[in-house]
């Protein structure tokens, strides 16, 4: 069964500290995943796209990881700022022949920054 | 540049009364495009997703439908709301044949009481 599972739920962290959220899916077979970030109340905006040769790629101070092999993907966040505060969600695309029914989505990583 | 545009951004209905949300896609021609709705603490559920005018598929049974009458626009109706039909309603367009990123709406907050 096609899934995509992250952790941890939430997470709280002060200001500038580092936080890294995972994802680990068992999509099959595999063409890209996505993590898009949610600010409350708003519709999610792509942060970035790993394909299955990229092992890491970078997005100002988000820098995403893809381990194909043990499918799992970390979004690791530095110096965080309260503007960071959303929630994080991971989506996996699997080929299906299609582009409607083939985007499976974790249930996302609610971040709070405290100043 | 393309634009995505959705209304109302919120609504609260009584059980029993009808519903029309609407979105609209500009900048673009013949996109994907996609009903999500999100419930509180729950991942995006896909609802309708249409690859062109007339055309609509349907991922999970519901008393809700969607139509797409023009190229880009795209709504989503009911004809007697449920309690279970609140939540979080998004919009997405998507580029035809591409890598899959979804461009969203801000999102219509829907509280049936």
């Known amino acids: 069964k096609n899934q995509v599972e992250q952790s941890p739920q939430s997470l709280i962290i002060l200001e500038g500290k580092n936080c890294t959220l995972q994802?680990?899916?068992?999509?099959?077979?595999?063409?890209?995943l996505r993590w898009y970030k949610q600010d409350t109340g708003r519709g999610p905006v792509s942060l970035t796209i790993m394909t299955f040769s990229e092992n890491t790629k970078s997005n100002g101070r988000y820098t995403a990881t893809l381990d194909a092999d043990t499918k799992q993907s970390s979004l690791h966040i530095t110096a965080s700022q309260l503007s960071d505060s959303a929630s994080y969600i991971c989506v996996v695309r699997f080929y299906y022949g299609g582009s409607q029914g083939n985007l499976i989505f974790g249930k996302g990583t609610k971040l709070s920054v405290k100043p | 540049s393309q634009t995505i545009h959705q209304w109302p951004a919120t609504l609260v209905q009584p059980v029993g009364s009808p519903l029309s949300l609407e979105c609209t896609v500009e900048g673009t021609s013949n996109p994907n495009l996609y009903w999500y709705r999100q419930a509180a603490g729950r991942g995006l559920q896909l609802l309708f997703y249409?690859?062109?005018?007339?055309?609509i598929s349907s991922e999970v049974p519901q008393n809700l439908s969607a139509s797409r009458p023009q190229d880009r626009q795209f709504i989503l109706s009911s004809k007697k709301l449920l309690l279970s039909d609140s939540g979080f309603y998004l919009c997405?367009?998507?580029?035809?044949?591409?890598?899959?990123?979804?461009?969203f709406g801000e999102g219509s907050r829907l509280t049936v009481l």
């Open positions: 994802c680990n899916y068992t999509v099959s077979p595999f063409s890209n």
């Open positions: 997405a367009w998507q580029k035809s044949a591409n890598t899959g990123e979804l461009f």
């Open positions: 249409s690859v062109g005018i007339g055309q």
